[in-house]
């Protein structure tokens, strides 16, 4: 559900920049109270998580679509909805910059659509009213389940409300929207699977992890947080090098409902600001769509900034072999998956260095 800057005008996604900014200046401050030393890892290793997790297109069976997994969630139950969504906008940054996934100028409307709604809205209002402390396993599943379907429903609206915001006639409100809300539907109820899959181990292995946001971890269970830790780190590294061979070719929902809207997956960009945005990402993304830039040799389509899909993808009247073993993949899944570790770690090292600056100044 990453948007291109095509799906947007400049002044829907210079508002939604205004307030993802505002957003996670606002989640930074709250979270000094919730970041400490053993989370900051943490927040790492779930940021590269997401990352990889992402990486992963499965078809949702007889539409001819894909989707793949959000994490909003996911942040948000293990990290908290501050943390949550600094992770999210950490992985969403990685991602427009460094592999053209996404637009530059779409980014405020992408974390918004994919980190606000879940990290609070989803977490607060529906998961943590329903799992609550001590539930049971089913209780949780069901909660995860919901939250996840509802989280990614109020996300695929938001999308549909930004491209009605920006004028694109190519995609009118009604059409559009019969669309995306029920295969976001379809993708929800994949992503509460994983999600409720992915909490049931924290649960198990380190409990004290969810829930305890600002509390330091009990001495009997920071074994168990570093195992999760270490477990996640694990999962992340072979879903990046090796699981996304197995990534679905079919078109993600957000295409799949734009083709049969407007009869193409991708509108045309137009404007200064878009192309400002396009020759920045061009110059950036050095693993475009997760693959290697092809050589002009190949006669290869250079990157635009709105998806920036490269004809890697497949060659002229040949079809893509599944799964597609490619080095380039692997090594978007390592290179992507440890800079969304760093980018998430560093910002958590910052608000953590802010509060131990502040406890000094007031014991002073």
């Known amino acids: 559900m990453h948007m291109a800057d095509a799906l947007i005008s400049p002044a829907v996604g210079g508002a939604a920049w205004v307030a993802t900014v505002g957003i996670a200046a606002y989640s930074l401050r709250r979270s000094k109270a919730d970041i400490d030393d053993k989370k900051i890892p943490l927040m790492g290793v779930m940021a590269a998580f997401v990352f990889a997790a992402q990486m992963i297109n499965f078809s949702i069976p007889g539409t001819g679509s894909s989707g793949h997994l959000g994490g909003g969630l ?190 193409g997956a991708e509108l045309e960009a137009e404007g200064r600001a878009h192309e400002a945005a396009a020759g920045i990402q061009s110059a950036t993304a050095f693993l475009p769509d997760y693959g290697f830039r092809p050589s002009s040799a190949e006669g290869a389509t250079a990157v635009t900034g709105d998806d920036a899909t490269a004809a890697q993808d497949e060659t002229e009247g040949t079809a893509e072999a599944w799964p597609s073993v490619n080095a380039g993949t692997s090594l978007s899944g390592v290179v992507g998956g440890a800079m969304a570790l760093g980018l998430s770690a560093l910002a958590g090292l910052a608000v953590f260095a802010a509060r131990r600056k502040g406890e000094r100044s007031r014991s002073a």
Request: include cysteine.
């Open 74 to 263: 996911l942040l948000a139950a293990i990290l908290g909805p501050y943390a949550g969504f600094i992770a999210m906008g950490s992985v969403l940054a990685v991602q427009a910059l460094f592999f053209a996934d996404g637009g530059l100028l779409a980014y405020g409307c992408n974390v918004f659509n994919l980190g606000f709604f879940t990290c609070f809205i989803a977490y607060p209002l529906v998961y943590r009213k329903i799992a609550g402390d001590g539930a049971s396993k089913a209780r949780n599943f069901a909660a995860a389940m919901l939250a996840a379907a509802l989280g990614l429903q109020a996300g695929a609206f938001g999308v549909v409300l930004e491209t009605l915001l920006s004028g694109k006639t190519e995609l009118p409100f009604g059409a559009f929207v019969a669309l995306m809300q029920p295969i976001h539907l379809a993708i929800g109820l994949v992503e509460g699977l994983v999600t409720a899959a992915v909490i049931a181990y924290v649960r198990k292995v380190s409990p004290a992890l969810l829930h305890g946001y600002g509390e330091p971890i009990p001495a009997g269970r920071a074994n168990g947080g570093r195992k999760v830790v270490l477990g996640l780190a694990v999962a992340a590294a072979a879903i990046g090098i090796f699981m996304s061979w197995f990534a679905s070719a079919n078109p993600d929902g957000l295409e799949w409902a734009m083709e049969r809207t407007s009869g």
